[in-house]
């Protein structure tokens, strides 16, 4: 189904009630798996619904799995960690999720009126996340999936992480109807090269770490870790290339700031900081190095009045939409390289091989590989038309 008519059906849905209790008020958002409204409670209760695509609700385990990874969030027991308060069923079977209603904007939403934050903005928000997935890693929770549109800015100056458990949910659907190599869901221009790769095995806390510092990357200068005109293209860079240094697109930046957020992408994830609470004590000594005063707490008025000093000249920025994908890495035995099947949330799909140029395989294997694992400086990307 396109884009516009799961919208159009999500639509339809407004001034519903939902097991005869929830009033919906109206579509506030939609992404590659679920709807999310905002709704009323017969006792008054405001509250967003996240409703599962009719797609993926016509299959049980996805249904149970769309419940129980609902809860992952309650699960790492931090406030910034959106809270999910029940949920429920539609008469069709439908699951959806209750959660609390948002107040504010996310990040992303913030950065298509601004382009970019001034550093002290951009520390304040990747402090709060890493406090979230610092609590997260700690139980063995790793997001997968961190990126401007999952962090929400509220208005009372708090920050939140949305959406823990759901990349999980989407890459578990479709291994279930897979029996290729390797596979893996995220969002193209946030995957670390392990994520990117299809090395599922691999994907520990430091893969959100990257992410951490992509999103930094993206706030501080308006543009991806790794540009293309496609988000194919961005992904294959992603398995394939060294991030660039943040200076290299804001050269005015104070180097404490450069220095945080050039580890965080470090393409060897020994290379990063080992863990959310190790970056989150280099972010506030940085803040406070640059700053001269100690990072502040969530006061409302940090984020909006720290935003204010744009650090220097904007470059034109990569305007194409980012989208979710799906990665299948497989052996091409015959020609001793790996097919990659992209396929973002559009429905668009492309195939690419990969191969060294010296003729040897790849180091993309599919399967978990030594931490050495380097950048592909030396191998060909071919996309294949058929």
Same mark, same amino acid.
């Given at each position: 189904m396109s884009k516009e008519a799961l919208r159009s059906k999500a639509q339809e849905r407004v001034g519903q009630v939902f097991a005869r209790k929830w009033h919906v008020d109206r579509l506030l958002d939609m992404?590659?798996?679920?709807t999310v409204y905002v709704a009323t409670h017969r006792n008054g209760n405001r509250v967003a619904i996240k409703v599962l695509h009719a797609l993926f609700a016509?299959?049980?385990?996805?249904?149970?799995? %769309?419940?129980?990874? +609902?809860? #992952?969030?309650?699960? #790492?027991?931090?406030?910034?960690?959106?809270?999910?308060?029940?949920?429920?069923?539609?008469?069709d079977g439908t699951p959806f999720l209750v959660m609390e209603l948002l107040e504010g904007e996310s990040l992303e939403d913030r950065l298509k009126k601004r382009t970019v934050l001034a550093p002290p903005a951009v520390m304040f928000i990747a402090d709060r996340v890493l406090d979230v997935l610092a609590n997260a890693h700690e139980k063995g929770i790793i997001h997968r999936d961190i990126k401007p549109a999952n962090l929400f800015l509220t208005r009372d100056g708090g920050v939140k992480v949305l959406d823990f458990g759901l990349a999980r949910v989407r890459e578990r659907t479709l291994q279930g109807s897979l029996t290729r190599t390797g596979m893996v869901i995220g969002t193209a221009?946030?995957?670390?090269?392990?994520?990117?790769?299809?090395?599922?095995?691999?994907?520990?806390?430091?893969?959100?770490?990257?992410?951490? +510092?992509?999103?930094? %990357?993206k706030a501080l200068t308006g543009r991806y870790v790794h540009e293309g005109d496609t988000v194919q293209e961005r992904l294959i860079a992603a398995m394939s290339q060294r991030a660039r240094s943040v200076a290299a697109l804001q050269p005015n930046l104070p180097p404490p700031v450069v220095e945080l957020v050039d580890r965080a992408l470090q393409f060897q994830m020994s290379d990063r900081y080992g863990d959310a609470r190790a970056m989150q004590a280099a972010l506030r000594r940085a803040y406070e190095a640059v700053e001269k005063r100690p990072l502040p707490g969530a006061e409302p008025i940090v984020i909006q009045d720290l935003q204010e000093d744009p650090v220097s000249e904007v470059p034109p920025t990569i305007t194409s939409f980012d989208l979710s994908v799906s990665v299948v890495f497989e052996p091409d035995l015959k020609n001793d390289s790996i097919v990659v099947d992209i396929e973002d949330t559009e429905g668009k799909q492309e195939r690419y091989e990969i191969r060294r140029k010296t003729g040897e395989m790849p180091a993309v294997r599919p399967e978990p590989a030594e931490e050495g694992d380097s950048a592909?400086?030396? #191998?060909?990307? #071919?996309?294949i038309d058929e």
């Open positions: 992404g590659g798996m679920a016509e299959q049980e385990e996805t249904r149970r799995r %769309f419940l129980e990874e +609902g809860y #992952v969030a309650n699960t #790492v027991g931090h406030p910034g960690a959106v809270r999910v308060l029940d949920d429920d069923v539609l008469d221009s946030y995957m670390p090269p392990e994520q990117a790769r299809a090395k599922r095995d691999l994907i520990d806390a430091r893969t959100d770490i990257w992410a951490v +510092g992509a999103t930094m %990357f592909l400086s030396d #191998v060909s990307i #071919v996309e």
